[in-house]
């Protein structure tokens, strides 16, 4: 059996850990409000999304011109910036059924947040849109170049299974890939 050598070891080391970047990230439940009993932190390693029984709430105004288009048809040009799609914040039980989706992004030119938000399923149909400016500030003790604690954004969109893939809008008008979820 051969030993193999110091370099091969880090490279391989370093491809595992660059893997896991945009894998969800599960949160901690809350604590329980005064008079709710809080279960125990070990009792289920699965994570229990809250759900709103309203619908899925109308975009924000200036997602309506979009919504439905290809993202290519609606946003031609690439830009660059840091971000992620963590997790499923919760579902809408309503009409329309659908999710809210929760992540951060940077625009690395700006040297700003993105303030906006599109998710798209596996056609590059645009489904849903959001917001930035949510609290995150743990991405700017994780990430020094983002010095916004309100780097976060959430999504919303009338879908309630299958992959979606999150894309910030940048400043210029340039879209960024902010990451992929299933659920």
Known sequence: MRIASLPCVLILMATT????????????????????????????????????????PPGPDWASAVMGKTLRDAYPKTGICKGNTDIVQKTYAGQPAGIQIHGWGWDNAAKARVER??????????????????????????????????????????????????????????????????F
């Open 17 to 56: 850990a660059l893997t896991a970047c945009d894998q969800p990230k599960w949160r901690e439940k809350p604590a329980a409000a005064p008079g709710e009993s809080a279960a125990p932190a070990a009792t289920s390693p699965v994570r229990q999304i809250p759900s709103d029984p309203a619908g899925v």
């Open 117 to 182: 938000v599109v998710l798209v399923d596996k056609t590059f149909k645009i489904v849903g849109a959001g917001q930035g400016g949510a609290a995150r500030p743990d991405v700017p003790r994780s990430v020094p170049e983002v010095t916004d604690p309100n780097s976060g954004w959430n999504a919303d969109a009338p879908v309630t299974a299958g992959p979606l893939d999150a894309f910030g809008v940048l400043t210029d008008g340039s879209i960024c890939v902010l990451g992929h979820i299933e």
